[in-house]
């Protein structure tokens, strides 16, 4: 496909997310915006700080990584404009529906679905729940769950797991216990970027990942899972987050920034909590420091602030 062919295509789709934005009257909260983030390695932002997703094209086809049945028909419109490769895998940060339930815009094309056991585990319980009263809201013909069909993973893993597509390497890595039961990063040697789903967060509040009024997020796992990504010291420009926009060649940075996100606050609360505050009287009054004053997506807030004073309540810490 030709550099021009390749640059109507993506006019063409950004006319058409702003013409569907339009129709229905206001900004979409689930339009995205393609981010080059390497050569043939694409991150999908939501604007609004909801889910990102990215993929990566090869010889031998393209690899998706997240996927939100609210969107993912866009980020599919995308690829079609950059190559006529068909999408082989599609890889899940973890279980959530902004990241998770989007696979079915992919059934043309086949791909394999992975996910970890764990996260296998939770789509087939929390997350196929979440997704049918979803479904069963609204008008259908507005509602993106109505017109699609839940998706479960094909293949599961344990630990460690690499794909090879052409030349291409995806190292995928169960974190462990962090922002869900079981978060996956993406390392992709050849791009130098890592695709961090939500273990990353920029410039916005992180979520507590919540599925069916269940909330798996794990403060101190969280803050373990960054320190052993940092550890491996990996050769990489780019960092690329599951909410907020993607800073390309920044880094570690991103990731220090984030630990030091959850360390600042969580203690900022043990010191209101030792000053005998309660809940509600640190959500009334509580302030980010000013690193964090500028993130967006305050309404987050008082939800890890419960999750900070109850583990630290629980473990101590």
């Not at 599919?76 to 006529?84: G, S, V, Y």
């Not at 279980?95 to 815009?105: L, N, Q, Y």
């Not at 043309?108 to 996260?119: G, L, M, S």
């Not at 794909?163 to 995806?170: K, N």
Request: proline share 4%; net charge neutral; aromatic share 8%.
């Amino acid at each position: 496909m030709s550099a021009s062919m390749r640059g109507a295509g993506v006019l063409a789709v950004l006319v058409s997310l702003a013409g569907a934005a339009c129709a229905q009257g206001g900004a979409d909260r689930n339009a995205l915006i393609p981010r080059q983030i390497a050569d043939g390695a694409f991150m999908m932002e939501n604007p609004t700080g909801s889910g990102n997703a990215g993929f990566v094209i090869t010889a031998d086809g393209v690899l998706v990584f997240d996927a939100d049945v609210r969107n993912a028909d866009q980020t599919l419109a995308f690829i079609r404009t950059q190559t006529d490769k068909k999408v082989r895998y599609v890889v899940i940060s973890h279980a959530a529906g902004d990241h998770a339930t989007g696979v079915w815009h992919y059934r043309e094309d086949r791909p394999i679905f992975v996910a970890t056991r764990r996260q296998m585990r939770d789509m087939y319980m929390q997350e196929k729940q979440q997704f049918e009263e979803r479904k069963a809201q609204g008008q259908p013909e507005r509602n993106p769950y109505a017109r699609a069909d839940y998706v479960t993973p094909e293949l599961g893993f344990e630990g460690v797991m690499t794909i090879q597509l052409a030349d291409v390497t995806f190292q995928l890595t169960d974190e462990g216990h962090g922002h869900s039961t079981s978060d996956v990063t993406m390392f992709v040697p050849q791009k130098r970027v890592i695709f961090m789903g939500d273990l990353l967060n920029t410039e916005i509040h992180p979520g507590q990942s919540e599925s069916a009024g269940v909330i798996f997020a794990n403060v101190n796992g969280w803050i373990a899972s960054l320190d052993r990504v940092m550890a491996r010291n990996l050769a990489v420009d780019t960092y690329v987050p599951g909410h907020g926009p993607v800073h390309l060649g920044r880094g570690v940075a991103d990731l220090e920034e984030q630990r030091r996100y959850f360390v600042t606050m969580r203690d900022r609360v043990s010191r209101r909590m030792a000053r005998g505050d309660d809940l509600d009287k640190i959500r009334k009054s509580f302030e980010p420091p000013e690193e964090f004053a500028g993130y967006r997506r305050t309404e987050r807030l008082n939800n890890f602030l419960n999750l900070f004073f109850h583990q630290n309540v629980e473990r101590g810490y």
